[in-house]
């Protein structure tokens, strides 16, 4: 009996080796790494999350595991992370990118990233006046763009916290 | 004293020898004056000398605190980049884009800064460059380079003073901003200056005590277009990836801004606390020598004094 299980032993540690194996790429798959930074500070890195809804220049749309692969612009607007345990994070970011790549990880990389709760809704009406002020007297193109972004980036902000 | 040496010196030899000689007494004169010199005015010149490097090292000691406290700030914020420049690069990586052959102009942007006395985190940077184009010299004539830091463009004007297409200063003074990436970033791609691929030369940042130059590749939106694996990404249109690789380039510059400063601050440190301890070495050295004249001169009184007294007996 002794002789049978030393013989078998090899093999069996192979079956339970490969079957692990496959378990672990299965688990894989079926998350998605999440990294979420703005330059001025680090919201998530390579960490498992449920879902997240980004704005986008073609639209907002929600990131769910095993979303096709893409590319996209971010908009000014809220970003919505809901964690594994049921919790939602709204951050809101000015501009930046999104990637999903083939391998499930997805990077939201912002220029300026911050959780809504540290915004002041009076502050932010008090922008986009400032803003809309600059527009009407802009002069040259390039400052009519830049108010025109300021605006668009200050009716999100107000848009979010209202 | 010394001339009466010679005097008698010349005294005791003939003629022929005294012609013979006159290289080697004029020598020996000097030597004897100089060594007579440094023996009288030693006292003096090393305590002038000592306080000179006891200030030297004072500075030395404050500059390490100074980027002691501006490394740890660098350190900081660099964690909260990383995420930013491994992000980004990514996607290069997933999509396996190369750079495609036929197009030859390149683009090195070199991130230094405008301080030294860093050790050689700034020659580290410039020499990867400069090797790179001496070693072709096809490259050399197909490669601009855009310096980011007034170092560099020091070093590197001297042999490619043609290739360099414009240079970033006023950099290394506060940490590095997203800002001013975006405004390097805005001014490569108003520069009009197309190329197939490129390369961003850094120091990347692994421990206090080192780093190591390191580069971070760039795309042109055409070798992005053409890369074979980007089928596989869904809804892309021009915009979009134009905007994206934008973007995308500004990220990665600071990212390699905040790396490079943060290895700067370092090697700093690094190099201020050496200075420190040599200076230090030497203030040990010069106080021993200070310490032996000063009871040289003091031998030598007192023998003036007894000699002069026993000669008055």
């Known amino acids: ?162 | 004293m010394v001339k009466t040496h010679i005097v008698k010196f010349v005294g005791t030899s003939n003629f022929k020898m005294f012609s013979n000689h006159m290289a080697t007494i004029v020598r020996l004169a000097a030597q004897q004056q100089q060594q007579q010199k440094r023996g009288m005015a030693t006292l003096k010149a090393i305590s002038i000398r000592l306080k000179s490097v006891k200030n030297i090292q004072k500075i030395t000691q404050s500059m390490k605190m100074v980027s002691a406290a501006k490394y740890n700030r660098a350190e900081r914020d660099l964690k909260q980049a990383r995420p930013l420049g491994v992000g980004t690069k990514e996607f290069y990586e997933q999509a396996e884009i190369q750079a495609p052959p036929e197009d030859e102009k390149k683009l090195v942007i070199a991130i230094t800064s405008d301080r030294g006395l860093c050790g050689a985190v700034h020659t580290g940077v410039s020499r990867n460059i400069r090797d790179a184009l001496l070693a072709d010299p096809k490259e050399r004539e197909n490669t601009k380079i855009i310096c980011v830091g007034e170092k560099s463009r020091a070093i590197l004007s001297r042999l490619f003073a043609n290739n360099i297409l414009f240079v970033a200063s006023e950099v290394g003074r506060k940490p590095p901003t997203f800002n001013d990436a975006a405004k390097v970033a805005n001014e490569i791609l108003n520069s009009g200056y197309s190329f197939g691929s490129g390369r961003i030369v850094y120091n990347r940042f692994k421990s206090v005590v080192s780093y190591a130059v390191d580069q971070l590749p760039l795309f042109d939106k055409n070798a992005v277009v053409s890369a074979p694996k980007l089928s596989v990404y869904d809804s892309l249109d021009e915009n979009v990836i134009q905007s994206y690789l934008e973007f995308s380039l500004a990220s990665l510059l600071f990212y390699s801004m905040k790396e490079g400063a943060c290895s700067e601050q370092s090697s700093r440190m690094t190099a201020m606390d050496n200075a420190s301890k040599n200076a230090g070495e030497m203030i040990d050295k010069l106080t021993l020598t200070f310490n032996r004249t000063r009871q040289a001169v003091i031998t030598r009184e007192l023998i003036e004094i007894i000699s002069g007294a026993a000669a008055l007996d």
């Open chain 1, 1 to 162: 009996m002794a002789t049978i299980a030393r013989n078998l032993r090899p093999y069996l540690r192979y079956i339970r080796n490969q079957r692990r194996t496959y378990a672990d790429a299965a688990t894989v798959s079926n998350e998605m790494k999440f990294t979420f930074a703005g330059a001025n500070q680090v919201f998530y890195d390579q960490r498992v999350i449920k879902q997240v809804d980004v704005p986008s220049f073609s639209g907002s749309f929600g990131i769910l595991p095993k979303h096709v692969p893409t590319l996209a612009v971010l908009k000014p607007g809220v970003v919505t992370v809901y964690e594994e345990d049921g919790s939602v994070k709204k951050v809101f970011v000015s501009s930046g990118t999104v990637t999903i790549n083939e391998n499930n990880s997805v990077q939201i990389l912002a220029e300026e990233a911050h959780p809504l709760e540290n915004l002041d809704g009076s502050a932010a009406r008090e922008v986009l006046s400032k803003a809309q002020q600059q527009l009407s007297s802009a002069t040259t193109e390039q400052d009519k763009a830049e108010a025109a972004i300021a605006v668009e980036v200050a009716e999100a902000l107000v848009q979010a916290l209202s």
